[in-house]
């Protein structure tokens, strides 16, 4: 049975808005899922419903088989991180961290013994004396993570809580949530808008936009796979190459402005207007193809480079290898991998195959 149920969760606020729109979602005990999306999807918003900080307009959350939505906080046995710290200003760094044990009632001896351990793996027993306007934004942000981590909670949810870190702490932080989360089994919620955390993160990716689910499925399906226009172009950096155009020859090639000829494509679908996507692993030079543009730019990321053609098709980007150098201004043709190739409804941004 899931663990964390919400069905049909809807928020809307008093002037109207609806911030989130009728969610269904299920978590399973132990796993990692994580809210993506843009600012304002309503991704923090369905955290905060979970946690018991706002009430739901309609709709429910189900913890353990139990109906939790009129509970308070305290009687969800949640750990939350907060994306601004909210520390304790009047406690030491230490007694910051251990408030949830004595919250508990747990003996002062293990609770002393959990802070100094959580303190060890995060890196903040130098601060544990302090008080936390002695501390940066980034420290103070690692004191929320530990209080969050110092127990085992029913569920961890944890709002953008590596935000004011820089990325080589981000990067070190991101394994050890992943580690502990695995170690503890506790099922946990996480809201970002960094594709790369969400990806290095998640057992699961719920890519959220305007307060609506687009799709929920592991990272390396929302990345092959988007379900919608919207996730092919939010998820990848560079984003999903795409192109408007229409299938032709019963959806045996395709054809967008400014080609001779239609370009063979392996028939997924019935002839018509179609976008057509690819990541850049997909797309290749090829000097016989009818798809032409000039060369932009030519982008060096270290292991690879990424050449951008522009044409009256838009802007394609291709990936090839650290020493494939193009030249700015080259006319250039391009081609797509089969099995890379993705075909969107324009009119419904669904996927068609």
């Known amino acids: 049975m899931s663990f964390l149920v919400l069905e049909r969760l809807e928020k809307t606020w008093p002037d109207g808005t609806r911030a989130v729109k009728a969610i269904d979602l299920a978590i399973e005990p132990g796993e990692f899922v994580v809210l993506l999306g843009p ?21 429910r959350v189900l913890l353990a088989g139990d109906d939790v939505t009129r509970r308070t906080p305290a009687e969800r046995d949640i750990g939350f991180v907060f994306q601004f710290y909210a520390l304790y200003p009047h406690l030491s760094v230490a007694e910051n961290v251990a408030f949830p044990l004595a919250c508990a009632k747990v003996a002062r001896a293990e609770r002393d013994a959990a802070v100094a351990r959580v303190a060890e793996r995060i890196g903040i027993t130098a601060l544990l004396a ?23 909670p029913a569920v961890w949810l944890m709002d953008e809580p590596l935000g004011t870190l820089d990325s080589s702490e981000r990067l070190a932080m991101c394994e050890f949530l992943r580690e502990q989360q695995l170690e503890q089994r506790v099922p946990t919620v996480y809201v970002t808008h960094d594709q790369e955390e969400a990806m290095r993160l998640a057992d699961r990716v719920v890519v959220m936009a305007e307060g609506s689910v687009l799709q929920a499925a592991p990272p390396a399906v929302v990345y092959s796979d988007p379900a919608t226009l919207f996730v092919a172009r939010f998820v990848g950096s560079p984003g999903m190459n795409l192109v408007e155009g229409e299938l032709v020859d019963g959806g045996g ?47 060096f990321h270290g292991p690879c480079r990424y050449a951008h053609v522009e044409g009256v098709f838009g802007r394609v980007a291709a990936r090839r290898g650290a020493e494939e150098r193009a030249s700015l201004g080259d006319e250039v043709g391009l081609a797509f991998d089969p099995a890379g190739v993705r075909l969107f409804d324009p009119a419904t941004g669904g996927r068609l195959a």
């Open 39 to 59: 600012s304002g999807c309503g991704k923090t918003t369905t955290l905060r419903m979970i946690a018991g900080l706002e009430t739901p307009t309609a709709g």
């Open 130 to 152: 302090k008080k936390p306007r002695q501390l940066s934004g980034g420290d103070q942000q690692k004191v929320g993570l530990a209080r969050a981590l110092v127990r085992k």
């Open 253 to 299: 090639a395709f054809r967008t402005a400014g080609m001779a000829r239609p370009l063979p494509l392996a028939a997924r679908a019935r002839s018509g207007p179609v976008v057509l996507g690819a990541r850049p692993e997909f797309v290749r030079f090829d000097a016989s193809s009818p798809l032409r543009g000039r060369v932009a730019v030519d982008a």
